[in-house]
């Protein structure tokens, strides 16, 4: 069990390291080097293969705390994300949005679950589970791509709000398609479709997003109505979002349903409440603490990381990952282009097709699926992917921006009308 002094430790290495990352955010967000990389390349430096300084499995089981913490990242970032889309965006861009959080992902969880198993030779169900983990976008990941002063110079803004709002809608949807073969691998199989259409469907998707919808509803309205009255403090409205966002995650979890769905409901139901004046604070305070929630996740999983296991992946794994990378997702855009408007171009497709992240919400989900299962198999994959996507997109953010920039003359464009102004 894990004492007082050991809690402490942990604590004093992270709130160090977030603290350590802070002082140099501006050279950071300039550099092609992430901070999440660089709070993943620390966890693998304090943990048990390296310095041996912190060994989460002395603290409890490695999937709890995994699934936990990512669960509470999870909330507080779905809340920025929300926060980072203009109001007018999901009405104006509903049918093709409906098509990239649908088709794509639908098609995404097909390629991987394929991938993974003609490569690793595993069985169909497990290889489903593994294939659905990993299918959608990561919307912690994926803030550091569409935020900061590099992607506000070089991206379009219907590309970046494309990729926030896939990355904050799919993570709650891609439930359905890990809880079916999950069910399957636990249940038998009549039990397991009952249980999928029924309370996995009905309950846990559609009634949590009625849930969400309901409670950013009734939050928005409280607010207005306090500000009304003048109750209430200009530094208490960033408190009242993050209060927002973990009253839904703990609400979630009590009604057993899907948390980060309801999560992502209410945010989109609670920013229509909010006026674009105090929209972009809010947000600016949102991110301030998404980065500090998110940054000792990935700490804990360059920690967590299963040296073994993957040794014996071998080879496979390494192809795997490659394929993974290459074709679980920028095929799918370059097939969806035609009903997508917001990708104007070749270059918008392939740019939107290779920024899909896996992190977090695979943390979440492969933790989850882990510890039912007790199969380390499930983490062992999915811990390499996360790990491979973190390091290639991380790195590839910066510098792929700016070549997208410099292709489409966005860059030049953005530039103009600055000089003009």
Known sequence: MMGKEDLNIILTILGAMVLLIGLGSKWLEKSPIPATLLALIIGILLGPEVLDIIDITEYGEKSTILEVSARVTLGIGL????????????????????ILISG??????????????????LPFWLSALIGAIIAPTDPIAASPIVTGPVAEKNLPDRLRHAIS???????????????????????????????????????????????????????????????????????????????????????????????????????AAFVQFVGENDRGEEEKGQEAVNRFFSYPIFTLLGIAIPWSGWADLGWTGILLVILILLLRRPPVLLLLKPFLPALQSKKD???????????????????????????????????????ASVLVHGLSATPLSRLYGKATGYYKKEKKEQDSD
């Open 104 to 121: 794509g992902m639908l098609l995404m969880w097909a390629i991987s679950t394929a991938l993974v198993y003609f490569i690793l030779g």
């Open 79 to 98: 809340m920025g994300v929300a926060l980072r889309i203009p109001k007018q965006f999901p009405q104006e861009n509903w049918r093709q949005l409906f």
């Open 165 to 267: 709002f896939e990355s904050g809608a799919n993570d709650g949807l891609s439930y359905l398609l890990v809880l079916l073969p999950l069910l399957m691998l636990t249940m038998v199989t009549d039990k397991a479709i009952s249980h999928w259409l029924t309370t996995t469907l009905l309950w846990e998707v559609l009634a949590a997003t009625g849930f969400g919808l309901l409670l950013g509803f009734l939050a928005g309205k409280l607010l207005k109505a306090a500000e009304k009255r003048d109750l209430i403090q200009e530094d208490w409205r960033l408190v009242y979002t993050v209060a927002l966002s973990l009253l839904a995650v703990g609400g979630g979890k009590l009604i057993k349903s899907d948390e980060l769905l309801i999560v992502f409901a209410a945010a």
């Open 349 to 387: 497709a392939l740019f939107l097709g290779w920024f899909g992240p896996v992190a977090v919400a695979a943390i979440y989900y492969g933790s989850m699926a882990e510890h039912r299962l007790k199969e380390p198999l499930v983490w062992d994959v999915v811990s390499l992917v996360i790990f």
